[in-house]
């Protein structure tokens, strides 16, 4: 069993949080609910005191009734009034503590949730989708559930001081009984608070790969059938899900002992003051009715008495289930900024000088890479796979941080620019373009916020009668999530119109017809060249059609630039693009006039 434990390893951002800090962050996001907090509470004490007043008024009723006493039907009625008047307290404080958690919650759901959106690419390189939607949703419901007790627990705290506070006014000696169990009750929330913590943060981490595996099983499953591996993906459920039920039952274990051991205490009192009261009782010095109060008040504080010590073991798993959730929050980038310089007008020059870059502890990408494009260039980067290709684009975009060098755009430092505001003028066409669930029309407005419907019939009127000949859909047309109903190419004319709508000034475009029929490419590569004009471009190029017609060739190799051309330069060479152009780029020209003959006949 130790073994299987051994795989929930917490994720590289994890960080060990002393309880007092994570109360104080708890404590620190309950400031804005002060007043119903305020309000909570004086409903607290106000249904503890007449929880408290009902038994001494029976106590009072059974001692007038023995001594010939007329009061029994004011004091029924004093009983009802008081017990109705406590609930409706208690109710009041119900839904305060509803809505205290509910806003809390909401608020740490949309810090976590800012906080995973936020973080870098390497962030989300490392961390699987599953794992991080656990610490969004799975962490932060734990944690609504667990503060919702935390908040009944104090108010049954305040009931137990106000009647504990009694029973001493009423007889010492009762109130000594008591106070002689409470330390044991204490002594088994500690013994059992760190078993019960670590039991906890092990539930969450393997609620986490359970998620994880049940997230990549179904965005993969369409491969996974075309393979025949379904049964693989049984299996890896099987796996992470008996690992669930080993914690869950571990943890049920751990449960199963505190609650006997807190029983036993709990008859062990009830003894004591059976017997001690008992013997009050017989020889006059405590009456019938005191006696009754005693034994109805144990009744009372019992239960809130077990529960805090049970508490602890389950106040554990919220302060586990925070820690998650605060460590994702409290998680950096790698990708950091030293400053926020406006970007006003954006020309579009990118120059990088000496530049390292690795994945991770790997072996470097770019090694003192060395390269300039200037302002409304365009440059298409070639190579074999590996190469850095998509690296190059990717540090443009900045989404990952570079270890050395320097890389400038207009002569500025891009670390130093605004991030958002630089990103907002750029433009990104991926090899499979994200498509949203919503209208067509959305989608496209993803781009630009605040852009109207003329302005986005606007850009798709910019890609012509290719749009209306491959995009069957009206622009009020709801969309699947994942665009599950278009193709690839599909796909990518929606990613053009996007950067029609938006104008960017640096257009990164990674093989924008990758997976276009020569008719549609046709059509795309025109308004390309209409997009292309007049602002600086970087094409990630694995297709023949797309580096004939560009500025200057940038031929990669091994993290460097070993070559740099037109075309026709280039390929007379005799040098890497002469290799790279015989090995790959020449039989496109077979295989694509084949296409083009094809799609002309049919």
Partial sequence: MSDLFAGLHPDDYDRVYRNRELIARIGHRLRPGTRRIALAVVLTVGASILTSAVPVAIARMIDQVRDGSHLTWTISAFVIVAAAAAWAMNWGRQRLIAWLVGDLVLRLQREVAE??????????????????????????????????????????????????????????????????????????????????????????????????????????????????????????????????????????????????????????????????????????????????????ALGLLWLPLTQAASFWSLFQQGLAASERVFALIDSEDSVRQTAAEPVADLRGEIEIRDLRFGYGSGAPVFDRLNLRIAAGETVAVVGRTGAGKSTLSKLVLRGYEFQQGALLIDGRDIRRLDLAEYRHRLGVVPQLPFIFAGTLAENIAYARPGADRADVQRAVDQLGEVWARCIPFALDDQMASLGRELSTGQRQLIALARIFLKQPAILLLDEPTASIDPLTEAGIQQALTRLMADRTVLVIAHRLATIRHVDRLLVLDHGRVVEEGDFDTLLAAGGHFTDLYASYYAHQQTGREAEQRQWTRS
């Fill in 115 to 296: 906080a995973a959106l936020a973080r870098d690419a390497s962030f989300h390189d490392r961390h699987s989708v599953g794992k991080v939607l656990s610490r969004v949703t799975g962490d932060t419901e734990s944690f609504s559930a667990v503060m919702t007790l935390t908040l009944n627990f104090f108010s049954q705290m305040v009931l137990v001081v106000v009647l504990g506070s009694v029973v001493f006014a009423v007889d010492p000696r009762l109130g000594l009984i008591l106070l002689v169990v409470t330390p044991l009750l204490v002594g088994v929330a500690l013994l059992f608070r760190r078993i019960a913590r670590v039991a906890a943060l092990r539930t969450r981490q393997v609620m986490a790969q359970v998620n994880s595996t049940v997230h990549e099983s179904m965005v993969g499953i369409l491969i996974a059938k075309s393979f025949g591996r379904e049964e693989s993906l049984y299996q890896d459920f099987r796996r992470v899900n008996r690992l669930s039920y080993l914690v869950y039952v571990r943890q049920g274990l751990i449960y199963t002992v505190i609650l006997p051991v807190l029983t036993m205490i709990s008859v062990l009192g009830t003894a004591a003051l059976l017997v001690g009261g008992g013997s009050l009782a017989i020889d006059g010095s405590l009456s019938a009715g005191d006696w009754y109060f005693a034994l109805h």
